[in-house]
């Protein structure tokens, strides 16, 4: 019998000689808190294919985003930089990102050889600005700031431009079944979960894994607008959790000192709801967690089948948290763990770092990204960039000198309050300062994670207040809005009532 001829093509769908530096994948939820993960050990939430991304990677149970919410948090992811060097403090629109932040992570590979592509949230303006990307395809969510603006909002979102190609949906639009991105409301999604926002971010992933440059390395910044609201997982999401035991949100015996909360009102930030519509939340919440983790399965077949997983490093972060109800506050921009504390996992290629499958209890933080992902692609870190590499504790060192506490900040112009929420930790301790009332909390997050007990006057902590309050005093020490002030006999102090602006006075913007 004659011998079948050998087959010609490669084994490897990569060609010979192409470019072996890692390529890159930086996945990017919306508002996930930190716990809500199986392996942090939430009783609840099912992430089997995060924890095996957490079983073959280094994950940092003391990650924090130090300006909790969407714009300021991707300013940090992008740059590499604190606030108190890229100057947004808070949530605005309308600011020039490129001209604003010129140097940008995606900027830094494209320029070394990479090839840069961007799915999904990207949440800068102009919106449809690439800052260092080749590529972007845009969904924002509902983006309120852009519909005011562009009466064609699907020009400024191609996953809406995709929906109403499909068979049926010329007319659709992401809001169809009555829920906005910001209402405490869960119900599941109205059409077919092959159009769901998670789906089809997933799915142009994977189309441009197979048409990407093979010649080139790749970075992929994949950023779902889930599990931040509308809470709408696909119905098998949400029936998974419909039984699940809710446990009580936590209530700090300082919860009635903040002012402005309006009880059951659907977009309060701050009120109690009753416990069937907080169930309803957490079931939509964690189903959309769980819709996502899937399609990190979709990630790992193709990756597999492609002959790319050997040499390709994954990065799953969030931009920060949700506080889900606990002191009966729901979103973001506070100093509390709920909306600050994010999960952040570093999978090297093949999951052989010396530190795979350990959690690290380092304070890390979103601005340390850039310089990470950098230096594993052995690209120079640029000087503008003030985050830290993680690569010596993803192969196992023990630093002496890693940083000792994290300090974050948020403008707050709701529930009551048009002030800074200034905080340190080490993911210990937390010390929070309030810039307009210059109220202060203390927590030990050890001993309380619910935040719960507010010990700042607590006669057995006076020292440890004060030294907290001194490393926010040097940390704000300088800054323009005069936080600090020396008193008369020399000794620096926290001066509260002093102005605010969600950006630094030398950051552009040029929509106001």
Same mark, same amino acid.
């Given at each position: 019998?004659?011998?079948?001829?050998?087959?010609?093509?490669?084994?490897? !769908?990569?060609?010979?000689?192409?470019?072996?530096?890692?390529?890159?994948?930086?996945?990017?939820?919306?508002?996930? &808190?930190?716990?809500?993960?199986?392996? +942090?050990?939430?009783?609840?939430?099912?992430?089997?294919?995060?924890?095996?991304?957490? +079983?073959?990677?280094?994950?940092?149970?003391?990650?924090?985003?130090?300006?909790?919410?969407?714009?300021? +948090?991707?300013?940090?992811?992008?740059?590499?930089?604190?606030?108190?060097?890229?100057? &947004?403090?808070?949530?605005?629109?309308?600011?020039?990102?490129?001209? @604003?932040?010129?140097?940008?992570?995606?900027?830094?590979? /494209? #320029?070394?050889?990479?090839?840069?592509?961007?799915?999904?949230?990207?949440?800068?303006?102009?919106?449809?600005?690439?800052?260092?990307?080749?590529?972007?395809?845009?969904?924002?969510?509902?983006?309120?700031?852009?519909?005011?603006?562009?009466?064609?909002?699907?020009?400024?979102?191609?996953?809406? *431009?995709?929906?109403?190609?499909?068979?049926?949906?010329?007319?659709?639009?992401?809001?169809?079944?009555?829920?906005?991105?910001?209402?405490?409301?869960?119900?599941?999604?109205?059409?077919? #979960?092959?159009?769901?926002?998670?789906?089809?971010?997933?799915?142009?992933?994977?189309?441009?894994?197979?048409? /990407?440059?093979? *010649?080139?390395?790749?970075?992929?910044?994949?950023?779902?607008?889930?599990?931040?609201?509308?809470?709408?997982?696909?119905?098998?999401?949400?029936?998974?959790?419909?039984?699940?035991?809710?446990?009580?949100?936590? =209530?700090?015996?300082?919860?009635?000192?903040?002012?402005?909360?309006?009880?059951?009102?659907?977009?309060?930030?701050?009120?109690? &709801?009753?416990?069937?519509?907080?169930?309803?939340?957490? /079931?939509?919440?964690?189903?959309?967690? *769980?819709?996502?983790?899937?399609?990190?399965?979709?990630?790992?077949?193709?990756?597999?089948?492609?002959?790319?997983?050997?040499?390709?490093?994954?990065?799953?972060?969030?931009?920060?948290?949700?506080?889900?109800?606990?002191?009966?506050?729901?979103?973001?921009?506070?100093?509390?763990?709920?909306? =600050?504390?994010?999960?952040?996992?570093?999978? =090297? !290629?093949?999951?052989?770092? @010396?530190?795979?499958?350990?959690?690290?209890?380092?304070?890390?933080?979103?601005?340390?990204?850039?310089?990470?992902?950098?230096?594993?692609?052995?690209?120079?870190?640029?000087?503008?960039?003030?985050?830290?590499?993680?690569?010596?504790?993803?192969?196992?060192?023990?630093?002496?000198?890693?940083?000792?506490?994290?300090?974050?900040?948020?403008?707050?112009?709701?529930?009551?309050?048009?002030?800074?929420?200034?905080?340190?930790?080490?993911?210990?301790?937390?010390?929070?300062?309030?810039?307009?009332?210059?109220?202060?909390?203390?927590?030990?997050?050890?001993?309380?994670?619910?935040?719960?007990?507010?010990?700042?006057?607590?006669?057995?902590?006076?020292? #440890?207040?004060?030294?907290?309050?001194?490393?926010?005093?040097?940390?704000?020490?300088?800054?323009?809005?005069?936080?600090?002030?020396?008193?008369?006999?020399? @000794?620096?102090?926290?001066?509260?009532?002093?102005?605010?602006?969600?950006?630094?006075?030398?950051?552009?913007? @040029?929509?106001?």
């Amino acid at each position: 019998m004659r011998a079948e001829p050998a087959d010609p093509r490669p084994t490897s !769908p990569e060609p010979v000689g192409a470019d072996q530096r890692p390529n890159i994948i930086l996945i990017c939820v919306d508002q996930m &808190r930190g716990d809500t993960m199986s392996s +942090a050990g939430h009783p609840v939430v099912q992430t089997p294919n995060l924890d095996e991304l957490v +079983a073959t990677g280094t994950a940092f149970s003391s990650a924090y985003s130090a300006t909790p919410t969407c714009v300021p +948090a991707r300013v940090a992811l992008f740059t590499g930089q604190s606030q108190e060097r890229h100057g &947004r403090y808070g949530y605005r629109e309308g600011v020039r990102f490129q001209e @604003a932040h010129p140097v940008t992570l995606q900027g830094t590979l /494209r #320029e070394a050889g990479y090839q840069t592509q961007a799915i999904g949230k990207m949440h800068v303006w102009p919106e449809r600005a690439r800052c260092g990307f080749d590529n972007v395809l845009l969904h924002d969510g509902f983006l309120h700031f852009a519909r005011g603006r562009h009466p064609r909002h699907e020009d400024n979102d191609d996953y809406l *431009t995709w929906l109403r190609r499909q068979p049926g949906l010329a007319a659709a639009d992401i809001d169809d079944h009555g829920v906005g991105c910001n209402d405490v409301v869960g119900r599941p999604f109205d059409k077919d #979960e092959r159009v769901h926002p998670s789906t089809w971010a997933m799915t142009e992933a994977v189309d441009f894994l197979k048409r /990407r440059d093979p *010649t080139s390395p790749f970075f992929l910044y994949l950023s779902f607008h889930r599990p931040h609201g509308p809470f709408d997982p696909p119905q098998w999401a949400w029936d998974l959790y419909r039984d699940a035991d809710v446990a009580e949100p936590s =209530v700090g015996d300082w919860e009635d000192e903040l002012p402005g909360r309006r009880d059951h009102r659907i977009r309060a930030q701050f009120g109690r &709801r009753s416990r069937a519509v907080r169930e309803q939340v957490l /079931r939509g919440y964690w189903g959309n967690i *769980t819709h996502i983790d899937l399609q990190l399965n979709r990630l790992h077949e193709t990756l597999t089948a492609r002959g790319l997983a050997h040499n390709t490093v994954i990065c799953f972060v969030s931009d920060h948290g949700d506080m889900m109800g606990d002191h009966h506050l729901y979103q973001k921009a506070v100093g509390y763990e709920g909306s =600050v504390r994010v999960p952040f996992v570093v999978q =090297v !290629p093949g999951g052989h770092g @010396a530190a795979a499958g350990r959690w690290r209890d380092e304070v890390v933080e979103l601005r340390d990204l850039a310089p990470t992902l950098l230096d594993l692609a052995g690209v120079d870190i640029p000087d503008e960039m003030d985050g830290r590499s993680l690569v010596p504790l993803l192969a196992g060192a023990e630093p002496q000198d890693w940083r000792d506490h994290l300090h974050g900040e948020h403008v707050i112009n709701h529930f009551g309050l048009v002030e800074q929420m200034h905080w340190v930790t080490d993911g210990s301790s937390k010390f929070c300062w309030f810039s307009g009332s210059g109220r202060e909390q203390f927590f030990d997050l050890v001993d309380d994670p619910g935040e719960c007990h507010d010990l700042n006057d607590h006669p057995s902590r006076l020292a #440890e207040v004060d030294a907290w309050r001194a490393r926010l005093v040097a940390d704000l020490s300088g800054r323009e809005e005069g936080f600090v002030r020396l008193t008369d006999d020399g @000794a620096p102090e926290l001066v509260p009532g002093r102005p605010i602006s969600s950006c630094a006075s030398w950051v552009p913007s @040029a929509a106001h």
